[in-house]
């Protein structure tokens, strides 16, 4: 079996969690603790140097004065001179060690005072001491006789060693005492105690110490400093950087260095203002989209897999007749039931609907679903509603146009068939037979041309190619004349054609065929659905900027229902109350 391995969870490491600041802090404290650390070492290191070499060249020089002094009275001998070296030992604040050569045996004599030490005998039971200030001191040790053999062939020596005649270590330093010929007779030896170099290494450490604690201090004040320095721009540029990622792009960093960090500061600055330049232009595109949206007819509306409201258009809520479309899919309409179903299959197939029904208002209304997808997956789906009632109506007019012109159409070539085969077949023999056929023919070829001739008109006005050029005229005429062209017809009709104005010239700006062919138009409608004995007016006032002409007549009139309608292309009134010809 494998052993089961501990998952080994990794610590997270303490700087990671510290902020820049405490890491600059850090790392300045550290390089000054360091720094300072390895000055006073060093300083520690050549002043104890310096201070041991100072108190031995000094000591040097003292007994290199002191044997010089002596050499004048090695004669003498030391009795009698005890002031004089106690003096020695005073000034130079040592002790102060005396060495002859007796024959091959070396002494080696020690100042003190009178009283200070009994007389010392030596191990062979002989006295060596000459006189009582002076005591005699045993060399035991092979280092003390070679220091003392080397002063007495002539060397000056110094040394910092344990020697066992000074019982311990000293700052040792002795010179030769000659004589006349310069012959090395004696020797004088300067030892003070290590003690004295260690109280001054204590107060050279001390003073280190102080400076280095003082340093530390200023190093920590420069670091917080330096620190609040480097740290108060970031400082800055993070909270313009939070504020920008809160949606405040306006917000700017203030910049008061070439370096680095006024750099940074400055593409930040550079960023928020192309961050807004760019926010603006994709709000200012988003406000035009949705004003585009919102001013299509069309009802929009989209939604995602959950079939939650992403966008939709007030035509929608129109079209659907609905307050909101919060709760569209909760909505207990068979219409919008219907609706929410097709998104859904829409969703789920991804393929194309379509369906159509009636709203509330009886108005046709025509969805059409298209799903919305990525790479990946269906985002959702976008529902296109429209108004189909009017285009369902002007297609029911197109049908019923085609059916009127068929019928209009049929009805003078069936008259000019029926007056042409008659001759073709030799039927008609009399000469006035023959023109009542050409009469028919004729009078159905001028109906047939003029239904052509409003097929063309209504086609170049649909296409605007009529130009009308407006020229200054008087009405009254023009009225007179429409009247004669239709007294004929009115005659044959049994109505009376009246003409009716307020007695001024009725100047304008018009076109005279254009006025001409409107009130034919008007009056030969007026006349088809006037019955007989009626009348018809026509008529014209001046209106102060404008003149007002028309016809009136006293036929059945238009329903209130469809004067709306009376602009429509191709519509006709309820033919079972009136005559119907014509295209309407």
Same mark, same amino acid.
């Given at each position: 079996m494998t052993p089961n391995r501990g998952v080994r969870v990794r610590k997270p490491v303490a700087l990671k969690n510290w902020s820049i600041g405490q890491k600059t802090m850090a790392s300045h404290l550290l390089v000054a603790a360091l720094s300072i650390l390895a000055a006073t070492v060093l300083c520690y290191f050549f002043g104890y140097q310096y201070t041991r070499a100072n108190v031995i060249d000094e000591l040097k020089r003292q007994v290199v004065a002191i044997a010089r002094k002596e050499s004048r009275f090695h004669s003498q001998g030391l009795s009698g001179r005890g002031y004089i070296v106690d003096m020695y030992q005073n000034l130079t604040n040592s002790s102060v060690f005396f060495v002859n050569q007796d024959g091959d045996a070396v002494q080696m004599r020690r100042y003190e005072p009178s009283g200070a030490s009994a007389p010392k005998v030596s191990a062979e039971g002989q006295?060596?001491?000459?006189? /009582? *200030?002076?005591?005699?001191?045993?060399?035991?040790?092979?280092?003390?006789?070679?220091?003392?053999?080397?002063?007495?062939?002539? *060397?000056?020596?110094?040394?910092?060693?344990?020697?066992?005649? /000074?019982? @311990?270590?000293?700052?040792?330093?002795?010179? %030769?005492?000659?004589?006349?010929?310069?012959?090395?007779? $004696?020797?004088?030896?300067?030892?003070? %105690?290590?003690?004295? =170099?260690?109280?001054?290494? #204590? *107060?050279? /450490?001390?003073?280190?110490?102080?400076?280095? @604690?003082?340093?530390?201090?200023?190093?920590? !004040?420069? /670091?917080? $400093? #330096?620190?609040? =320095? !480097?740290?108060? %721009?970031?400082?800055? =540029?993070?909270?313009?950087?939070?504020?920008m990622a809160e949606g405040d792009y306006g917000h700017r960093v203030a910049v008061g260095s070439n370096d680095e960090i006024g750099e940074l500061g400055r593409t930040l600055n550079t960023l928020s203002l192309r961050l807004l330049e760019t926010i603006e232009s994709l709000r200012e595109e988003r406000d035009r989209l949705e004003l585009i949206i919102g001013s299509i007819e069309e009802g929009i509306l989209a939604v995602d897999r959950e079939m939650r409201v992403v966008h939709s258009n007030l035509a929608f809520l129109e079209l659907m007749e609905l307050d909101s479309v919060e709760d569209i899919a909760q909505s207990p309409r068979s219409d919008v039931t219907a609706l929410v179903d097709l998104m859904r299959s829409v969703i789920q197939s991804g393929e194309r609907g379509k369906r159509q029904w009636v709203n509330p208002s009886q108005r046709a209304v025509l969805a059409e679903v298209t799903a919305v997808t990525d790479s990946d997956n269906q985002l959702g789906a976008v529902c296109l509603l429209a108004d189909v009632s009017e285009a369902q109506r002007m297609e029911q007019l197109r049908r019923d146009y085609v059916a009127n012109i068929s019928h209009e159409l049929r009805t003078p070539l069936t008259g000019i068939r029926g007056m042409i085969e008659p001759l073709m077949d030799g039927c008609v023999d009399t000469e006035e037979e023959r023109q009542n056929c050409y009469c028919i023919i004729q009078r159905e070829t001028i109906r047939l041309e003029k239904l052509v001739g409003e097929m063309l008109d209504l086609s170049r006005l649909q296409d605007g190619r009529i130009t009308v050029e407006l020229e200054p005229m008087e009405l009254p005429g023009i009225l007179e004349a429409a009247i004669r062209n239709m007294s004929a017809l009115a005659q044959d009709a049994g109505i009376s054609l009246g003409l009716e104005t307020d007695g001024t010239p009725l100047r304008c700006q018009g076109n005279e065929d254009r006025i001409m062919q409107v009130l034919v138009i008007l009056l030969d409608n007026a006349l088809d659905f006037t019955p007989r004995g009626g009348a018809v007016t026509v008529f014209a006032r001046d209106a102060g900027r404008q003149v007002v002409a028309g016809v009136r007549d006293t036929g059945c009139g238009i329903e209130p229902k469809d004067i709306p309608l009376i602009w429509e292309r191709f519509y006709k009134a309820d033919r079972s109350r009136m005559r119907t010809k014509g295209t309407g």
């Open positions: 006295d060596l001491l000459s006189e /009582a *200030e002076y005591s005699t001191v045993e060399l035991f040790d092979a280092i003390d006789r070679q220091f003392v053999d080397r002063i007495l062939h002539g *060397e000056t020596i110094t040394a910092v060693q344990r020697f066992a005649f /000074a019982g @311990g270590v000293i700052v040792f330093a002795g010179a %030769p005492i000659t004589d006349e010929d310069g012959q090395a007779v $004696g020797g004088v030896i300067l030892a003070q %105690p290590v003690e004295i =170099m260690r109280t001054i290494s #204590q *107060e050279l /450490a001390l003073s280190l110490f102080i400076g280095a @604690g003082a340093a530390i201090l200023l190093a920590i !004040l420069l /670091a917080l $400093g #330096q620190t609040r =320095m !480097l740290v108060r %721009p970031i400082q800055k =540029m993070t909270r313009a950087a939070r504020r």
